[in-house]
């Protein structure tokens, strides 16, 4: 099994719980090798809830998006002072608002930066929801094309060689125990591999559900049977719940072997708990990933 | 002749909270009540789909899962993709030429992926589109599984003013300076110019080109761009829209919510209710029922580990209640329960009947 590149980039889509498994991981990385970074979009509340108890030798850092644009316009045009009066400029910041492409861009440069200043530190970059899966990291590829030549299109060629590139990053890929949702990331897998070039490192399935003693269901049958009335209807109830954890756990085991058999390294499986859960919860569990 | 604006019902939360079955339920229990009514889903998982019957795509389907909702119910659950390329034609129609030029402008299909971000955008103006046809008194967008959920709201006002004055003064201007030599970086600049210029070699004069080149043809459309960005404004800003807040009783769809309501109160609007959902209140009937059979092993067993499981929700439900109560004194608070179902149809059914009685509040009838 390969090991991590410095930049690992966390993806799914959302709701399933990328912020915990990437807070996890640099917890992980921390525990193993002392130090990690994680990186977090907005305003980075997330990440430090997700953190909890277990922060030591985890650096969050923040990236923000007006901030990062400007960093990029600063690289770009040679002076930071002369950037922001650029990105002052009402029109401008309105079509940098309705040009979603350079955002993306920017903050992949700013994750670019954030590596190179820590050498030998792992990265783990919690990603922005992704709807459209891909989108994100094919920007570095579709700008350069698109720009062909200038200060901008540098940076996204550089951003195309250095980070988006097997060996300088890798993707570590959440999903849910549960059919559509797991295919849906199969084929992101695929779609990853074919238009970035890096197919995802590892995949976690999130919040796999717990057992129910084997015979609950049967024995809930029997009682139902002999029950009447108000009593009866209640425990209709109560089958059906059992019905519906059975079916998810068998839905999960099954989501698990096709995982399993369509994704050359075995995934990771992560207990749905009772309450909120921080990354002391699950370091332990990644550190197989981290090694 | 333009119909009266239909009733749109926001649903924001975070991720993981069951806000697109709760979305459907609010629907459903709004066609039951009689009124027609349109959910639009936003990420749907197909489970949904499937259940309530209708496919993925960019047009309205009637959804007949409840005879008590008979020919209200319908659902859009948008592809984004095909989605922007219908918004492109609605905003286009009528003008083939023009139409062509964008869809084939390079910097329209590089951005294309990222407009198709901008999910619930394509929604309202295939909301607009729907309402000019169907008789819709109600509409229930879900929106996308994040705190930003709300940052599209003030898009459609902010792509109107692009096309109204200064701005596309400077936008014409700019392809103007794309074929002058660009200026010596490192120079503190004054004055707009030196800004043309700076921005224009930035760019390079091939997407300078393609964006004045998209510009020239919106400003032939200039009049239904902004009629249907105006349209989109009025429907989500306008007197008979709604904000609902969904959340779980996790300390992230916590945060998430006190977040949005923020957004909502930025957008000088404030929420109409707060949707706790997965809550229960207390213990289910057969909890005692069970209990007092003396239950074999494997039964009593599961029964244990599933109130376990519900008195842990139930308490930070609690918690999370309170925490709103006294943020938000006002505000109605909805508390659902879990549904446990193997069927999606039947928990959006149960879900809608534990709406119901507090349908009115949640969409400010």
């Known amino acids: 099994m390969q090991k991590l590149a410095r930049v690992v980039f966390v993806i799914g889509k959302g709701g399933v719980g990328k912020t915990t498994v990437a807070a996890s991981l640099a917890s992980a990385e921390a525990a193993r090798h002392g130090r990690a970074v994680l990186v977090q979009f907005g305003d980075g509340d997330a990440g430090r809830r997700a953190l909890g108890r277990q922060h030591e030798g985890v650096e969050l850092v923040v990236i923000e998006s007006r901030d990062a644009i400007a960093r990029l316009g600063g690289a770009v045009i040679g002076s930071d002072l002369v950037a922001r009066a650029v990105l002052g400029n009402f029109a401008v910041a309105r079509f940098l608002g ?24 792992r990265v783990f970059v919690d990603m922005p929801a992704t709807g459209h899966g891909v989108a994100w990291l094919r920007v ?5 094309e698109l720009l062909g030549a200038g200060p901008l299109f540098e940076i996204a060629d550089a951003l195309c060689r250095e980070l988006v590139a097997p060996g300088r990053a890798s993707i570590v890929l959440c999903t849910l125990p549960e059919r559509l949702v797991v295919l849906e990331s199969l084929e992101l897998w695929r779609a990853l591999e074919r238009d970035v070039g890096l197919p995802p490192s590892r995949i976690v399935i999130n919040r796999f559900p717990s057992d129910m003693p084997r015979d609950a269901l ?3 049958h029997a009682l139902h049977r002999v029950r009447t009335g108000d009593d009866r209807t209640e425990l209709a109830e109560l089958v059906e719940t059992l019905v519906a954890r059975r079916a998810a756990w068998d839905e999960a085991r099954d989501v698990e072997a096709r995982a399993a058999q369509g994704t050359p390294v075995a995934p990771i499986v992560l207990p749905q708990l009772p309450v909120d859960a921080d990354a002391a919860a699950f370091a332990q569990l990644l550190d197989g990933v981290v090694r | 002749m333009r119909r009266r604006a239909p009733n749109l019902v926001v649903c924001a939360g975070g991720g993981g909270v069951g806000k697109t079955t709760v979305a459907a339920a609010m629907a459903l229990a709004s066609a039951r009540a009689g009124v027609t009514t349109l959910v639009v889903t936003v990420d749907p998982a197909r489970r949904l789909a499937d259940a309530l019957g209708t496919t993925i795509g960019s047009e309205v389907g009637r959804v007949d ?22 918004c492109l034609d609605h905003v286009f129609e009528g003008e083939r030429a023009a139409h062509d030029r964008v869809a084939s402008n390079a910097l329209y299909l590089a951005l294309e992926d990222a407009i198709a971000g901008v999910h619930e955008l394509m929604s309202v103006v295939l909301i607009s589109r729907a309402a000019e046809t169907l008789p819709l008194e109600r509409v229930i967008v879900d929106t996308a599984p994040s705190r930003h959920a709300l940052d599209f709201v003030t898009y459609p006002g902010r792509l109107a003013s692009l096309l109204e004055g200064r701005a596309m003064k400077w936008l014409g201007s700019l392809a103007t300076h794309a074929a002058a030599p660009p200026g010596p970086r490192g120079l503190v600049a004054w004055g707009r110019r030196r800004i043309d210029r700076i921005v224009a070699s930035t760019l390079g004069p091939r997407v300078i080109g393609d964006f004045a080149s998209i510009f020239a043809d919106l400003s032939i459309v200039r009049k239904r761009f902004t009629q249907v960005t105006r349209d989109a404004e009025a429907l989500l800003l306008g007197p008979s829209s709604r904000f609902v807040l969904v959340g779980a009783p996790t300390a992230a769809a916590r945060a998430d919510i006190q977040h949005l309501a923020r957004r909502v109160h930025d957008l000088g609007r404030d929420a109409s209710a707060i949707v706790l959902n997965r809550a229960d209140t207390g213990p289910p009937g057969w909890v005692a029922s069970v209990r007092a059979s003396d239950p074999r092993p494997d039964l009593a067993a599961a029964v244990e580990i599933l109130e376990t499981e519900r008195a842990a929700r139930t308490l930070a439900a609690d918690e999370t209640a309170a925490a709103f109560r006294k943020r938000w004194p006002g505000m109605t608070q909805v508390r659902l329960p879990m549904i446990a179902s193997d069927d999606p149809a039947t928990i959006v059914g149960r879900l809608a009947d534990a709406i119901a009685p507090s349908l009115d509040d949640l969409v400010g009838a």
């Open chain 2, 65 to 86: 899962v409840d005879p008590a909702a008979a020919g209200r119910l319908y659902a859009l659950m948008p592809d984004p993709k095909s989605a922007v390329r219908i």
């Open chain 1, 140 to 144: 570095p590829a579709q700008m350069r």
């Open chain 1, 218 to 220: 049967e024995q809930a």
């Open chain 1, 98 to 121: 309705a040009a979603p492409a350079i955002r993306e861009l920017a903050a992949l440069a700013r994750i670019r930066a954030v590596s190179a200043d820590r050498p030998g530190l």
